[in-house]
């Protein structure tokens, strides 16, 4: 089992930059696949991006592709979110979630039931 706390939220105006952190505890930080999803009020919850276990695979939405980068450094057992140019549309909780690796399995899925674990989620709010 792996416990995920995701921080970092809070309030910026819109073109700010935010970025997300996801502390991962209690297993083999490498051997999960990552992955950041969002969910604004009473929508929901959307594949944000995601990242392989060694980091040299990313993969994005379309709606954050170029304003947004997804990392990680095994060695503190932490993932990122880097948010640039942020817009009012961005405004959601953020959650980071985990999947333990298998093999013969993709390494990544926008499919939220595809992952094993989630962070609390952390508020962001764009304004306008």
């Known amino acids: 089992q792996v416990q995920l706390v995701d921080t970092g939220g809070g309030l910026v105006q819109a073109g700010g930059s935010l970025r997300l952190s996801c502390a991962a505890s209690g297993r083999t930080f490498s051997n999960y696949g990552m992955g950041w999803f969002r969910q604004a009020p009473g929508k929901e919850r959307w594949f944000v991006a995601a990242i392989n276990w060694s980091g040299d695979s990313t993969a994005y939405a379309d709606s954050v592709k170029g304003r947004f980068t997804i990392s990680r450094d095994n060695a503190k057992n932490t993932m990122y979110l880097q948010m640039n140019s942020l817009k009012p549309d961005d405004t959601a909780v953020y959650y980071c979630?985990?999947?333990?690796?298998?093999?013969?399995?993709?390494?990544?899925?926008?499919?939220?039931?595809?992952?094993?674990?989630w962070g609390q989620g952390t508020q962001v709010t764009v304004s306008s």
């Open positions: 979630a985990a999947r333990g690796r298998r093999y013969g399995s993709s390494w990544y899925s926008t499919n939220m039931n595809w992952y094993d674990y």
